[in-house]
T-cell receptor
Framework: NAGVTQTPKFRILKIGQSMTLQCTQDMNHNYMYWYRQDPGMGLKLIYYSVGAGITDKGEVPNGYNVSRSTTEDFPLRLELAAPSQTSVYFC?????????FGPGTRLTVT | QKEVEQDPGPLSVPEGAIVSLNCTYSNSAFQYFMWYRQYSRKGPELLMYTYSSGNKEDGRFTAQVDKSSKYISLFIRDSQPSDSATYLCAMSEVPYNQGGKLIFGQGTELSVKP
């Protein structure tokens, strides 16, 4: 199993541009999550999904959108990128109590 | 006041030392407590999972929860250079295996010197 994979690993965006962060898991987990991690701030939940077709907001959803058309994929969309969205983004999936994280995407908005 | 507070460190100790990492929280509804370890430029990985108050031991690691004081700890015995990482506490109200959402602390950066 590859586990949780994320693409791209790094990206630099200009202010106002849009992009999609990809997340795929091959463990058939129902729950999937998107977090952002800023230096010294821990992880903040952006959006989560409890299964295909079902998504809900986390702590910091503004400026982001998600969709979950399949069990495997949970892309995160950034519309009109802003410098405040410079961060490391982690996708995670969960079956029971252990959450498996991807390697992260480092995004810089300038 | 943040829901979960964690001293960000950095914390530097010699190899073999006992390390104590701590978190305090304000939400008395938290019942499920976790510790994650995150190596540099990697995603977090689950280290310990405990429910309610008490201790749980796994090898060199002991997790302790004191709900009356709203305080959790992670102890590392005989620390090794390979323990050098950032340690994040996390907690939730709802049973985590039923979809509970985690609230994370800021993380403590630990360095174990040979």
């Amino acid at each position: 199993n590859a586990g949780v994979t994320q693409t791209p690993k790094f990206r630099i965006l200009k202010i106002g541009q849009s992009m999609t962060l990809q997340c795929t898991q091959d463990m058939n987990h129902n729950y999937m999550y998107w977090y952002r991690q800023d230096p010294g701030m821990g992880l903040k939940l952006i959006y989560y999904s409890v299964g295909a077709g079902i998504t809900d907001k986390g702590e910091v959803p503004n400026g982001y959108n998600v969709s979950r058309s399949t069990t495997e994929d949970f892309p995160l969309r950034l519309e009109l990128a802003a410098p405040s969205q410079t961060s490391v983004y982690f996708c995670a999936s969960k079956l029971h109590y252990e959450q498996y994280f991807g390697p992260g995407t480092r995004l810089t908005v300038t | 006041q943040k829901e979960v507070e964690q001293d960000p460190g950095p914390l530097s100790v010699p190899e073999g030392a006992i390390v104590s990492l701590n978190c305090t929280y304000s939400n008395s509804a938290f019942q499920y407590f976790m510790w994650y370890r995150q190596y540099s430029r990697k995603g977090p990985e689950l280290l310990m999972y405990t429910y309610s108050s008490g201790n749980k031991e796994d090898g060199r690691f002991t997790a302790q929860v004191d709900k009356s004081s709203k305080y959790i700890s992670l102890f590392i015995r005989d620390s090794q250079p390979s323990d050098s990482a950032t340690y994040l506490c996390a907690m939730s109200e709802v049973p985590y295996n039923q979809g509970g959402k985690l609230i994370f602390g800021q993380g403590t950066e630990l360095s174990v010197k040979p």
